[in-house]
C-alpha cells in the first residue's frame, strides 16, 4: 500500500524469475554460476523441466534475475558440459537426457478396455469415450460425419479474415448468448435450410447439442418440471445426459411414422425430445398426421425438444421443416455443427420459446460465460461466404456413396438382415432375428476388430435385436470389409449357440 | 424400410432442395419458372432471403430439384427485371432491396442501460454484461489484459500448422478433460513457472476460471459441501457464481497479509476460495505466515480452492509459487489464459484432489463434453514454441508502463486517494475517504465517459469506500484521461454534498 501522492515508484525491476521460481537474493554472493546451475540441475532431475524442453534465453534469464549475462552463461556452460543441456542454434538451449538423468515417464497409454466388458446391457455414463478409447481397425460407430473432408484451407482462410478485421474488444468477455455476427448467420441458415424465421438475438450459441439439452434440463427443472419423454428406440446418450441433469426419461415408442403422439399424450408427460426429420436410431421421419397430433399436443401445454441433428443429411427424399417453424412458442430447438463440420468444434444452437429465455441464458452464462468467441466467427465467415454450403454439398455426394455402398454390402453379406432409415443421416440401422443377443454381437464384432453399436443400448423397453451402423466417415472399402466381419461375427455366434 | 437383400437402390437423387424447402412435385407442369419465381419473391419479401443473401448459383439449384437450368434462369431474370434480384458476376445473384419490398427489420441496438441505474449496492448476476454494454469513451473496468497485443500472427501461424497436422480423428468427439497435447502443455507450464508438479493426465482443459468453479461447486454439493468461503473484499463475479451453483459463501476478512486465516478457522466453513498470488480486489500477497496457517488449516481437512488468476503479472516483487505445489490433495488450482491472452478463448485449467476427480470430470461431460479442439492445439502449439512466453514478456513490459502511469495520474490528480495492490496484476484499487459512496461515484464517472468499478461491489460486509481500476487494456494518455475525469466526478459529488 502506498500513498499516491508519493511519486511514482522507481524503475521496475521483476525481481526475479517465472521459470522456477529462481530470485537472486537465495544465490550467496561470489556463487550466483554455481547456485544458478544447482537449481537448474535439481529442476531437471526432477522433472520440472523435462529432456526437450527449451530453457530461457541467457539473455532474457540474465534481465530476470538481475545479474550479468556471464552468470547464466557460465551455469549453462557447466550443465552442457555435465550432458544435461545441448546448444540447439537458434533453437536455444535444450534439456538433453543425461548420464544419471532417471528416464522421464512415459505417459501410461490409456488402459485398453475389455471388448467384451464394453457392450453391457446398462453401460454408464462414459461408454461412448470408453467405446472411443477401445482400439479397431474400422469404426461403423454411428455419430460422425466424414471427417477427412473437414474443409481445413477454408477454415485457414476464414480465420486469417477474421483476425484481420476482428476489434481488440472482441478478445474480452463476449455476449453469453454468442457473436452477433454468428447469430445472425444462423439465423439466416435456419430460414434459408430450415423454414424457420427467428430473430438473430433469439439465437442462443451453445457448445453442441448436448450443452444446449443441459442448459434446457436446468431451465426446466427450475419450471417445475422432471420428465421429459424420449423416443424409444431413441439415443442412449441423450437420455443418459437428460437423466444426468436430474430429468426422468419415460419412453414413448416410435414406429413406422414416427413418435407414437398417442402413447404421449397417454403419459400426461410435459415435455417430450424428438427428432422429428431423421429420428435416431431407426431414421424414420415423422409423417404429416403424426405432425399434426404433436402439433395439437403442443398446442394444447406441451412443450417439444427438437433435435435437428440430421436435417441436413437427406438423400433421396424431400426436406422435412422443422417444428419450430410452426410452433415457435411451444418448441425449443437445437442444431449443431457436430454433424456438417465435426463434433470438435463445440459449436452448436439453441431457440427457446420466450418464457424459457431467460433462465436458459443464466444456465449459459453460469456454464461457461459464453462460447470462445474466434471459432464463433470463423464459422460465421464460413456460412455466409458460401463454403459451408459448398462443404455440405461435397459431404452429400460422398455420403450418398457411402451409404450405397454400405445397402448393398449388407446385401452381399447379411442378406437376412432389415434395413432401416437410409434415405436420410449418417448410419444405417440394422434389425437381426430375435435369437441375437446384440450387446453379444457387438463385443464379437469388436474382437474381430470392428466398432458397431448394439441397437438394444438405444431402447429402454424390449425391442428387436439389431445393430446402428455408422458409415459416414468410413471409405466405401472400409464399410464393405466392416460388414463382413460383422457377418462373420453373427456366423460365430450362431455356430455357438447352435 | 427395405429388406437388405433388394439391390441396392438406383442413383440417388436428392429430391428437392434445403434452400427454402422447394420440391418441385409441387410446381404445375409447364409453369415451372413462373412457380419458382413466387417461390424465391415470397420468401424475399417475408424476409426468409433477406437483402444481400446470395441465392444458390442456377447450375446447383437446377440440379436439387431436377429441372434444366434454364428454369432456374428464366426465374432468377424476371426476379431480376422486378428489382428484386442482381447479378454480382463471381459472387453470383443477390437479394436487393426493391421497390415495394419492406425495409427489413434493423436489429434494434442493445438499450443503452441508464448509468445511475448500473451502479447498485446489490447488483445482479448479468450486472458485468450490463456494464460492458452500457457505452463509454474510456473502460478502465478491472479483468482484461492489453487485447491489442493479442499475437494474431502467432495465433494464425499456430493454427496453420495445426491443421496441416491434425489427424481427420481428431475432429471427432474427444476426450472430455481436453486434449492430451495441452494437458502436457499446461503440465509443463505449471511445473516451470509455478511451482506445481502434475502428470498431464490430472490436468481437466476446462472453458475459464468461470467453468473450473462451476464444475466444482457441483462436485462438492454431491459431497454434501454447500458452503465455500470466499474473501472480503473479494470478487463479487466469483461470489455471484458459486451462489448461482447454490453455495453459499460466507466472508472471510482480509487484512494486509492476505486472508485472515484465523476467521477462516472460527467460521467452521470445509472449504475456501482465494486468490493468494495477487488477491482480487485488494492485491495484497498472502504473507508467508499466513501460507503456513492456511497450509495446517488444510492439513486438518479444510478444501482449499485456488484461484491462481493473475500470477503471470508480476512487477516488483519475486514470484509467489502456488499452494498447490504444497498440498495437491487439499488444494483445486484453477487457472486460465483470460489474463494472458485473451477472456474470448474461454480456456483455462483445472487441477482437483483425486478424491474430487471422478466428480469433475463427470461434470465437466455433462457440461459440454469437452472443450473446442481446434483452439486448445493451438494454444498448445503457442506454449511450446514459445511465442506464449514472449508475449506474457511484452505484456509485462506494456503493463508495467501503463500501471505507473495510472499510479502518476493518481498522484498528480487523486492526491488524497490510497492506492493498494500495485505490485502485481492488471488493475489497482484505490481507497477514498469515508464521506463517498463509491456506487454513485461510479454512476456520475460513467456519466462522464469513463468505466470503472466501485469497490463495495466486492465487499460483503462493511469496509472503505474505493474504486477498482484497470489500467492493462489502456493507453497510458487513456489512463490519466480517465482519472481525471474520476476526479471530476469526486469533486462534483463533494460539491453536490457540501
Redesign the interface.
Known amino acids: 500500500?502506498?500513498?499516491?501522492?508519493?511519486?511514482?515508484?522507481e524503475r521496475?525491476?521483476?525481481?526475479?524469475?517465472?521459470?522456477?521460481?529462481l530470485?537472486i537474493?537465495d544465490a550467496p554472493r561470489g556463487g550466483r554460476a554455481d547456485w544458478l546451475a544447482g537449481r537448474l540441475r535439481q529442476a531437471i532431475v526432477?522433472?520440472?523441466?523435462?529432456v526437450g524442453?527449451?530453457l530461457?534465453a541467457t539473455r532474457?534469464l540474465a534481465a530476470d534475475l538481475g545479474v550479468s549475462r556471464g552468470v547464466v552463461t557460465e551455469a549453462y556452460q557447466r550443465l552442457t558440459e555435465e550432458g544435461h543441456l545441448a546448444g540447439r542454434g537458434r533453437a536455444?538451449t535444450v534439456v538433453v537426457a543425461a548420464p544419471g538423468t532417471p528416464t522421464p515417464?512415459v505417459?501410461?497409454p490409456a488402459a485398453a478396455p475389455n471388448p467384451a466388458g464394453l457392450f453391457t446391457p446398462a453401460p454408464d455414463?462414459?461408454i461412448?469415450?470408453a467405446v472411443?478409447a477401445a482400439s479397431a481397425t474400422i469404426d461403423l460407430a454411428p455419430?460422425?460425419p466424414d471427417?477427412?473432408a473437414?474443409p481445413?484451407a477454408d477454415?485457414?482462410r476464414a480465420?486469417?479474415t477474421v483476425?484481420?478485421h476482428?476489434a481488440?474488444?472482441?478478445?474480452?468477455?463476449?455476449?453469453?448468448c454468442g457473436a452477433?455476427v454468428l447469430r445472425?448467420a444462423v439465423a439466416?441458415w435456419l430460414?434459408?435450410?430450415r423454414?424457420i424465421?427467428v430473430?438473430?438475438?433469439e439465437v442462443i450459441v451453445v457448445?453442441?447439442v448436448?450443452?444446449a439439452l443441459?442448459l434446457l434440463a436446468q431451465a426446466l427443472g427450475a419450471a417445475g418440471i422432471n420428465r421429459i419423454a424420449v423416443e424409444d428406440p431413441g439415443s442412449l446418450g441423450v437420455r443418459q445426459?437428460l437423466n444426468?441433469?436430474r430429468m426422468d426419461t419415460p419412453p414413448i415408442g416410435v414406429d413406422?411414422a414416427g413418435l407414437r403422439v398417442d402413447e404421449l399424450a397417454a403419459s400426461g408427460v410435459p415435455a417430450v425430445m424428438l427428432t422429428p426429420a431423421h429420428q435416431f436410431p431407426t431414421g424414420v421421419v415423422l409423417d404429416g398426421d403424426r405432425r399434426r397430433q404433436l402439433v395439437a399436443w403442443a398446442r394444447a401445454g406441451g412443450l417439444i425438444i427438437e433435435d435437428d441433428y440430421d436435417a441436413?443429411h437427406?438423400?433421396?427424399?424431400?426436406?422435412v421443416?422443422a417444428l419450430r417453424g410452426l410452433l415457435p412458442e411451444q418448441v425449443c430447438y437445437a442444431g449443431s455443427v457436430s454433424k456438417l463440420?465435426?463434433?470438435?468444434?463445440?459449436?452448436g444452437w439453441l431457440l427457446v420459446p420466450s418464457r424459457l429465455r431467460e433462465a436458459v441464458v443464466?444456465a449459459k452464462?453460469?456454464?461457461?460465460?459464453?462460447?470462445?468467441?474466434?471459432?464463433q466467427l470463423v464459422l460465421a465467415e464460413l456460412m455466409t461466404s458460401?463454403a459451408f454450403?459448398r462443404h455440405l454439398?461435397l459431404l452429400?455426394r460422398r455420403h450418398?456413396r457411402r451409404?450405397?455402398a454400405m445397402?448393398?454390402a449388407?446385401?452381399r453379406h447379411?442378406?437376412?438382415?432389415?434395413?432401416?432409415g437410409?434415405a436420410a443421416g449418417l448410419h444405417l440401422m440394422?434389425t437381426l432375428d430375435d435369437a441375437v443377443v446384440d450387446t453379444e454381437l457387438a463385443a464379437a464384432t469388436l474382437a474381430r476388430g470392428v466398432k458397431v453399436q448394439p441397437l438394444s443400448w438405444h431402447c429402454q423397453r424390449p425391442y428387436r435385436p439389431g445393430l446402428v451402423l455408422g458409415y459416414a466417415?468410413r471409405t466405401t472399402t472400409e464399410i464393405e470389409e466392416g460388414v463382413i466381419e460383422i457377418a462373420a461375427a453373427l456366423r460365430d455366434r450362431r455356430r455357438l449357440d447352435g
Open positions: 500500500m502506498s500513498r499516491a501522492k508519493a511519486e511514482a515508484p521496475s525491476i521483476t525481481a526475479g524469475s517465472d521459470f522456477l521460481h530470485t537474493a526432477d522433472g520440472r523441466v523435462p524442453d527449451r530461457p532474457v536455444g515417464p505417459p501410461a455414463s462414459d461412448f469415450e472411443r455419430g460422425v471427417l477427412t473437414f481445413r477454415w485457414l480465420e486469417r483476425l484481420r476482428l481488440a474488444a472482441d478478445f474480452g468477455y463476449g455476449d453469453p452477433p445472425q439466416a430460414a434459408r435450410n423454414g424465421t430473430d438473430p438475438v457448445a453442441g448436448t450443452q443441459g445426459h444426468n441433469w413406422d441436413e437427406r438423400y433421396d427424399r424431400p426436406p421443416p463440420l465435426a463434433p470438435a468444434l463445440r459449436v443464466v452464462r453460469n456454464a461457461d460465460l459464453g462460447n470462445a468467441v474466434l471459432p458460401g454450403e454439398r452429400r450418398i451409404r450405397d445397402i448393398a449388407l446385401a447379411l442378406p437376412d438382415a432389415t434395413v432401416h437410409a440394422i466417415a
